[in-house]
């Protein structure tokens, strides 16, 4: 049983109240009061962004100390309040499940079953929606703002500040250690003799830092020096929600205005820093590519019992040799079971998860299932909100009898504190009534054309193994991969059965090593 829990608790910078918190705090510990949990830590995130999980000092502090045995659940308002980015929600889900800890939202009431693993996915991929359409939004007041060279947010570039206006004007000290930059570099030296150049007559960087490679290389590399105006240069983040400044989107998508901001850098010394860079460019190494294994966390060795680990060895004049090996045999050289090829084992999961879980004949039974379980959920979100209303009005009564006692005479310092705390209460009641009444209307029913879309694109990112959504899908449905040393065994956490449209829990798929390398082949 869960008794020990933990509050995380969050509001985003385009809602900036701290009554946002107490209310997400008020209703999470009511529910923990009525579950028999005890609340030992409250963590709380204010004016941080879901999308941003590096930015969540306390988000990142729970999950640090979810391995220090404090508590045993999590509890949340609401989901996205976890996280709206479908990979990180999986990646500190299962760290969180790696140590033990259950996660719980207040308002989706989600168990485990499986209609509530569907309402999940439907739930966490209309968040992210909601995150990537604000963005797009905000991206759009940027580009008008762009369009007019103003100043779109953060730090200016060294050599320059921003005006009243928001319009670009040249920092002179710092526009002339840029022009010593660009003359050093044109003349040969190297990024450690200008960074020493720089520290020894004590010129700083905007932030306050002594300078270094990453630091010269995006002055040496940025346009806005040479006097043309750029905007949304930098490639869209990757799947896995890291971004490359070094690398650009197409020509198409950048706002370019030459002339659009003040010169510091002439166009001709710019132009040949970017050709000598260009020429000391360095392929990077095939063999430095980051190895990405999908079961990485689920798969253990079937003889001994230890998990199994990532291992990749070079063979001469062939591709790599990339496998998973038991950790046991690895660092003891006590466990007799062989390696698997990463390619084999990983392809057939995938395989199977397409046959047993991403199936068209179920999806029938899983809309009747999973619209039962919301039809449940408003039912419980309705009478939530009548025991808010009262609770709201019976505030208010207070808050006007303490008036009136105030009025007729009664101690002022005490009443006030009273009122102080009433009014307090009575804002995040009405906070929580407000975000309910939201979320109640906008709760309309899954249709079997949504889950169609969804189980479509699944399908799709397991076509083009898209791996960070492949290995959300992994570790969503399946529960546990067991290698022998004669046969594999894949254990998934539900099954969608074609038979009555049913729903049941875990599978075990069991198959040959041979039947594995067997199957690849016929599909290569």
């Given amino acids: ?3 020990r829990g933990a509050i995380y608790a969050r509001f985003s910078s385009e809602n900036q109240r701290d009554e946002s918190i107490d209310a997400q705090v008020r209703a999470i510990e009511e529910y923990a009061s009525k579950n028999d949990i005890k609340i030992v830590k409250v963590y709380a995130d204010k004016a941080k962004s879901a999308t941003s999980v590096e930015k969540r000092s306390e988000f990142l502090k729970m999950i640090k100390e979810s391995a220090m045995d404090i508590f045993d659940t999590v509890i949340v308002h609401k989901l996205d309040r976890f996280s709206r980015d479908k990979y990180d929600s999986a990646t500190y889900k299962r760290k969180l499940k790696q ?3 259950r996660l719980i939202s207040v308002v989706e009431h989600l168990d485990g079953s499986p209609e509530s693993v569907i309402l999940e996915s439907v739930i966490e991929g209309m968040a992210e929606y909601f995150s990537k359409n604000l963005a797009r939004e905000v991206k759009k007041g940027l580009r008008e703002t762009a369009l007019q060279c103003k100043h779109t947010g953060g730090m200016p570039p060294f050599g320059y500040d921003v005006d009243d206006n928001k319009s670009y004007k040249v920092n002179h000290k710092e526009a002339e250690a840029v022009r010593m930059i660009y003359e050093m570099y044109v003349n040969g030296h190297g990024y450690s003799d200008i960074i020493e150049k720089l520290n020894n007559m004590g010129v700083r960087t905007k932030a306050d830092n002594t300078f270094a490679k990453n630091s010269l290389s995006s002055i040496l590399r940025n346009e806005k020096y040479s006097g043309t105006y750029v905007f949304n240069r930098s490639a869209e983040k990757d799947g896995y929600g890291r971004r490359n400044n070094h690398k650009s989107k197409s020509n198409e998508d950048i706002i370019r205005i030459p002339g659009g901001i003040p010169q510091i850098v002439d166009q001709e010394t710019f ?13 990077p190494g095939a063999n430095k590519a980051r190895v990405q294994y999908l079961l990485s966390g689920l ?3 079937g003889e001994c019992g230890f998990s199994m680990q990532g291992n990749r060895r070079k063979q001469s004049n062939k591709p790599a040799y ?4 038991c950790s046991c045999r690895k660092q003891k050289h006590e466990c007799t079971n062989t ?13 199977e998860l397409e046959k047993h879980i991403l199936n068209e004949k179920a999806i029938p039974g899983i809309v009747t299932k ?10 419980s979100q309705s009478n939530r909100l009548e025991i808010l209303k009262e609770e709201l009005k019976n505030v208010n009564k207070e808050v006007e009898n303490i008036i009136a006692a105030i009025i007729s005479g009664f101690s002022q310092d005490i009443m006030k504190s009273k009122l102080n705390d009433l009014e307090a209460k009575k804002k995040g009641v009405e906070i929580e009534i407000a975000e309910m009444e939201v979320d109640h209307g906008t709760e309309d029913q899954v249709t079997e054309e949504q889950v169609r879309m969804m189980f479509l694109n699944l399908k799709e990112y397991v076509k083009t193994r898209n791996i960070p959504e492949c290995k959300k899908l992994i570790d969503d449905y399946v529960k546990e991969v067991i290698v022998y040393r004669n046969h594999v065994e894949v254990i998934f956490n539900v099954v969608f059965s074609f038979v009555g449209n049913g729903t049941r829990y875990e599978k075990k798929v069991k198959v040959t090593r041979n039947d594995i390398r067997r199957f690849l082949r016929k599909t290569a």
Avoid at 322 to 325: E, G, L, N, P, V
Avoid at 340 to 350: A, G, N, P, Q, S
């Fill in 271 to 283: 132009d040949k820093v970017q050709e000598t860079l260009a020429k000391r460019k360095r392929a």
């Fill in 370 to 379: 999973v619209n039962e379980y919301v039809s449940q959920k408003r039912h």
């Fill in 339 to 351: 390696e698997i090829r990463r390619e084999y084992v990983e392809e057939f999961v995938l395989s």
């Fill in 99 to 101: 140590n033990g800890i």
């Fill in 322 to 325: 990339i496998s998973y090996r």
């Fill in 299 to 301: 798969i253990r060795c």
């Fill in 1 to 3: 049983m869960y008794k």
